[in-house]
């Protein structure tokens, strides 16, 4: 049958299973956005304040489902304002497809209005990125991306067509997804050798002080069942990073909290004392291991990763295992002796004892119990996103996570910004879920405007503004090591965010002590509607266990005094 480029471009994504695209129009991507309208009934459209609030909603589309998430843009400006969301994606292994449109093939590189380079610029923020220059390759062009996104380490992919080819037409038919195959997608993963296996099984069958450290890949490979029996198996101790905090559950007696620059006295010491740390699915950030040189010193290093450019990359290891982490897992967990719990564990447990003081009751409203009271009230299969910061780490360090895909945080690029977006593509992807929204009053300014969108598509996400009326997490950097120079992060200035929801018909409620705020939340949390809290908190409450930047990670400032 025969379509223009515009109606491939819809039928293609019905192909591919895509029920939602989130975007913003504009005058080089109208034929899409025409043959969008004809076609609502089978395919709907999410419009956003702003291209980067699309692109972050199809990302926690993507996280909350593990599905390929979808966003439209125009040229230039449209494109342009993606890239934050993109590279957000990127550094998170998150599957999106962005469809930009462009000017006219005969008007490329003549700087025309609105005119931009997105493939140059979004190379090297991309798994793989398209300009479509022949309508008769559009459809194994959108085929080819979904395959590269989803396949192996996902991550985004970026098409932009010219604006003609959108026009043009010729000739177009299903394809089975299934059977769609391409040699440029590196679709098959890589099957760990037997050498590999056999290696790894020897470590962990020697090792007197296993200890784990998991990653965000575990989540994305679907593998914290396989996890969790291998950890028990082996009785290892578990930690995770904060893209791995929904991976095993807070709650489990090997759980020994997160890892890092915030991560728990038990998960810091027990690395650098353990004989074998285990990477799944993790890249050993310098947010988790600090200074290389004294990151695990006392252990072997065993890395098992879908990603063999990860392997060696920041730490040298032992040995890997590389392929995909489900399967490795259950491999792993079939072939290795029982092992029983010994004075190490006991060792941990001590370690995990030493809990800072880190709820204090100076404070009329701390993030511990804002916290705790949206855990009590609407249970584990509750998302939560964040933008990023203090409010960040509290959620990391007082949430107790248990299930996968429930925590949606920007973690490798640390976007401000990130959180709204997210949680509007969350919640569209679940609409029988809860989801809550927790950000700073920083962050929160700068997405702000979602607030219509959220509002107008009645979505009943709670959002919790931590305001403590400055850039937190800087203005703890500079108490600590720049003598309290609080240069341009004080907030003292609008809006009044209560004033702000009513402003888009939101409703909005006030909380300066744990009364107030329990009231809040429990009226918010009974009705299936937009909500806001405004949560006053102490401008100097801040995120503790801290490692000083280039310091071993065992060596924490457990307080302000530290």
Not at 235 to 259: Q, Y
Not at 293 to 299: D, G, I, L, P, Y
Not at 347 to 366: D, F, G, I, R
Not at 448 to 474: D, F, Q
């Amino acid at each position: 049958m025969k379509h223009t480029g515009a109606r491939i471009v819809i039928e293609t994504l019905i192909e591919q299973g895509v029920t939602t695209v989130f975007g913003y129009p504009g005058g080089t991507i109208l034929n899409i956005y025409d043959e969008l309208y004809k076609n609502s009934d089978r395919i709907s459209h999410v419009l956003t304040a702003h291209e980067q609030g699309a692109a972050h909603a199809a990302d926690g589309f993507a996280r909350a489902t593990g599905k390929t998430g979808v966003v439209f843009a125009t040229s230039g400006p449209g494109a342009t304002n993606l890239v934050t969301g993109i590279a957000t994606a990127y550094m998170d292994s998150v599957p999106v497809v962005a469809i930009t449109c462009n000017v006219p093939t005969n008007l490329l590189g003549k700087d025309s209005f609105q005119e931009v380079d997105i493939t140059g610029i979004t190379m090297s923020i991309t798994k793989h990125n398209y300009i479509v220059r022949d309508v008769a390759c559009l459809a194994d062009t959108i085929r080819e991306a979904f395959l590269i996104a989803r396949s192996g380490r996902p991550g985004p992919v970026l098409i932009d067509i010219p604006k003609d080819i959108t026009a043009a037409s010729t000739e177009w038919e299903r394809v089975d997804p299934a059977s769609f195959t391409s040699s440029h997608a590196k679709s098959k993963v890589p099957a760990p050798t037997e050498g590999e296996l056999a290696r790894a099984c020897e470590l962990l069958s020697k090792a007197k002080r296993p200890f784990f450290y998991v990653g965000g890949g575990v989540v994305i490979a679907e593998a914290a069942n396989e996890l969790r029996a291998l950890a028990e198996r082996l009785n290892a101790p578990v930690s995770v990073s904060l893209m791995g905090k929904s991976a095993f559950p807070a709650g489990h007696p090997l759980c020994t909290g997160m890892i890092g620059m915030h991560g728990t006295k038990a998960s810091n010491t027990a690395a650098n004392r353990s004989d074998l740390l285990v990477a799944i699915g993790a890249r050993f950030s310098d947010r988790v291991i600090s200074d290389p040189a004294r990151f695990a010193r006392e252990s072997a290093i065993l890395q098992i990763d879908i990603d063999p450019a990860e392997i060696n990359k920041n730490v040298r290891t032992e040995a890997c295992v590389n392929g995909d982490i489900k399967g490795i897992l259950a491999e792993l967990a079939r072939r290795v002796p029982e092992r029983k719990a010994d004075s190490w564990n006991r060792q941990v447990e001590e370690w995990k004892s030493h809990v800072p003081a880190m709820y204090s009751k100076k404070t009329p409203l701390h993030p511990k119990f804002v916290l705790e009271t949206v855990h009590q009230t609407l249970g584990d299969d509750t998302i939560i996103t964040t933008e990023v910061g203090q409010h960040q780490m509290w959620v990391a360090q007082f949430y107790p996570f248990s299930k996968p895909r429930t925590f949606l945080t920007s973690g490798g690029l640390g976007t401000m910004g990130y959180g709204t977006g997210a949680a509007i593509g969350a919640q569209t992807a679940c609409p029988d879920r809860r989801v809550v929204h927790v950000a700073g009053d920083g962050s929160f300014r700068m997405n702000l405007n979602e607030l219509a969108t959220i509002s107008h598509y009645k979505l009943p996400i709670i959002i919790i503004v931590a305001n403590n009326g400055t850039l937190g997490m800087v203005r703890q950097w500079q108490k600590l090591f720049y003598d309290k120079r609080y240069s341009a992060t004080t907030l003292d200035r609008p809006p009044d965010f209560v004033k702000l929801a009513d402003a888009f018909s939101i409703r909005g409620f006030r909380a300066t002590t744990e009364a107030e705020f329990a009231d809040a939340f429990r009226k918010a949390a009974a009705e299936r509607t937009p909500a806001l809290i405004d949560c006053y908190m102490d401008i100097d409450e801040m995120v503790f266990p801290m490692v000083p930047a280039g310091k071993p990670i065992d060596e924490l400032l457990l307080d302000a005094q530290s």
